[in-house]
Structure formats: C-alpha cells, structure tokens
C-alpha cells in the first residue's frame, strides 16, 4: 500500500524550550506559513523546523484523503461516494549529530487512517478471494498505529546498511514511486497479493541488511516476524513477539542507473516464508500448507527529458508477482503504465499518469468453489466463481504548491472482485495530499 511518512512536532513552549536547550534559538525564518514556495504548509515555524533539522531532528506532519464514487455498475449498481484519508507524525532523529553515533539514525512514524471504501458497494460480497481497491489509503480500516520504530547503522561509507525495529514490508522492498489511487498502481505489490505480508501501516519486528556494491547496484535480505495479532486493530501500539507464527525471507537485488540523466529503477526479487495458510483445492477450507513463495519486479524508467530539463519528460512502469502453491488467492499480477512530469509550461510542477493491472486468480480457489457450492450449505448460498480483474485509472497532478496537491482521477474496474458477473464498474476519485 502507499503510504506517507510524516513528522511532526508541536510548536509553542514545548518546542521553544527543546530549542533553547539545544542552544540553536533565533535562526532564520526559511519559510513563512503558507508560502507558496514553501514545502511545508505552516512554513519553517519561525525558523525553528530548519534548525531543528540542523541539529538532527526532522519533523513532518503529512495527510492524504481519497474520495471515490461510483458512476456505473458494480455488485449493488449504486452511485456511492465515500472517503477515507490518513494523518502521519513522526520524527527521524540523525544520532551522529544527537548523540555522536556516526552514520546511524532512529525513525519513528505513527499513521491514523479513518473512513470507508466504495469497494463494499462494487465488489461481490461472497468473493472468497479480494480484488483490488480503488481507495488505497483504506486499507486496513479505521485505526491509530505505530507504524515505524527502527533503528539503522550504516557502514564503510554506506555499503552495508543494517535497519533492526518496527518495519512494513514496503518500506524497503518492491518500492515503487507512485501517485495512483487505485491499489493496483502502488508501492510493494507483493503484500496486497502474498500470504502474510504486511503491508504499511501495519508493521512487525524485522532486520534488512543491505548492501551497496555501487551506486548503481544493490542487493538486499531480510527476516520479518509473522504475527497476525499485529492486524488487530487493538494491538496498534504493541510490541509483542507472542503468538509468533513463522518468518518471511524477502531478498531484492537492484539497478538504479541514471540514463542520459534520466532516473531508473529495476528490481527483482523473491521471497518465501514458513507458515501453514489455508489450502485450496477440491476440498474443505480447513486444509492448510505451507508452499508461500513468491517472485515479484519492479520496473521504472524515465525516457524522455522536456527542454534537456530531466526534472520533466516521460516515464514508463510495469510491476509484476506470482506467487506459488495452493495457498494463493491472486497468484499471478501484473500492471503497465505511463507518467508524465511536467506536461505542460504553463505549469511545469504537475503530473499526469495512466496504468492497466490485471490480477487472476488462482485455479484452486475454484476448485474449493466447486466443492463448497455442492454441499448443503453451498446449495443455499453458493460462492461465486472467480476469474480475473483488470483495473485501470488515468489521474493529473495539480500541484497547487510544494505542499499541496489536488489529484483527481478516473478508474474502470472490469469484473469486479474477478467475478464476472459483476457489472464492470467506472469510478471518479479524488485525492488530496498536504504536508503541514
């Protein structure tokens, strides 16, 4: 899922005396509330943010609203508009400069997502198995969570980084940047169709070392506790290791060249994890494997370049997973697309983008379909069959202001929930993002 990282501190006493025993009172306002040039709605507090940063401590206070409404089909073929949203504190505190520690910083995020998603009234209900959504930031619900608390050392001048803590899964692994709605279109494909991956802002006790053989050139490995109390909306802010379950092993290798000066990025990865999940298959939903393991890709490269400026032009996108075994409910997916930097001169800080995703499902769930719909309970209330979904969306950026963006956009879900039985489905979004 996208998320946003975001730190906050509360301006007043509070911050006034941490400044004076920082001794770092009176530096220069960089930003006045509201600029139009500033990256922070509420400016650089008097010049206390920037000297804040200067002795190590970044603060951000960020927020994303989606809106959604069907315009046309869908499971109930009502046109439903709903919204959810996400708030983000958190701060990262640079330890060399606190507290001597060279090459070492400590992150620590909390999120709090609110509101509902117009995928209840679109999708099948009965589907055993989830389609995409067209309101990422809902994922998850309505809750309050620590989201990031980690600590990571770098080595012999960042070629080895280890990060111990907090961490999602898409922090780090299958990253992708992204200013879609759809979930389709977004960061760390392999935790919204893996088994156990959790996805921002959930996280779990893990470690990631990665190593840098170039600037070019990465490889990466990492080890995150599987726990599913950690999806409980009451344990937001606990840090237990009881009811451990098993561990996920990501590995990514990376290229991240810059062409002609344009960006890329080409990632590859695998991961598998050792916890029994439900099997499907021509039998009852009780059976259990543990055949979890995944491939995955990420590509993305800039193209073309407007005016020589390489801060506009054309990139292209595609991300990929498959996953493996009778314990997959989406084992194949794939998605393509396009965004365009800059479009136009007369506003060169917008975007625009457009993407197509296709998600299946597995055979075997089908095969549990068949085996459920000819008992007595599936008589009455037989399960749908399912197939496949594509989601497309077609979005632009008005960048209002470094720190303001208002993003609307147009998706067309077919086969929602891959039941081909659901009418096909237009929905008009709206996404807002501001950092404070």
Partial sequence: MMHVTLRVIRIGGASALLLGGLGIIGSAQAYSAFSPDSPYLLGDWGGERTALENAGISFDFDYVGEAATILDGGYHDSHVAKYSDQFA???????????GIPAAEFQVTVTNRNGH??????????????GSSVQEVQGRGPVTRLTQFWYRQRFFNDALAVKLGRIPFGDDFATIDSNFQNLAFGSAQPGNWGNNIYNWPIAQWAAVIRANFSPEWYAQVGAFNINDSNLENDNGFDLRTSGTEGTLFPVEVGYTPKLDGMAGAYKLGFYTQNVENRAYGDGPDTRTSDTNTGLYYVVQQQVTTRGGNADRGLTLF??????????????????????????????????????????HVNDDVNDYVGYYNATPAGSLAPLPRQGHEYDAEIYYSFNLTPSLTLRPNLQYVANPSAVDSVDNAWVAGTMITASF
């Avoid at 998603?117 to 989830?130: E, F, K, Y």
């Avoid at 996953?323 to 001169?345: E, L, Q």
């Fill in 117 to 130: 998603s117009v995928n209840d009234r679109m999708s099948d209900p009965g589907a055993t198995v989830g």
């Fill in 318 to 359: 595609s991300m990929g997973n498959a996953n493996h075994g009778d314990t997959a409910g989406i084992d194949r997916y794939v998605s393509v697309g396009a965004t365009y930097a800059g479009p136009f001169d007369a506003r060169p800080q917008d975007d625009a983008g457009i993407g197509l995703a296709y998600l």
């Fill in 89 to 99: 504190v958190g701060a990262n505190f640079d330890l060399d400069k606190l507290a």
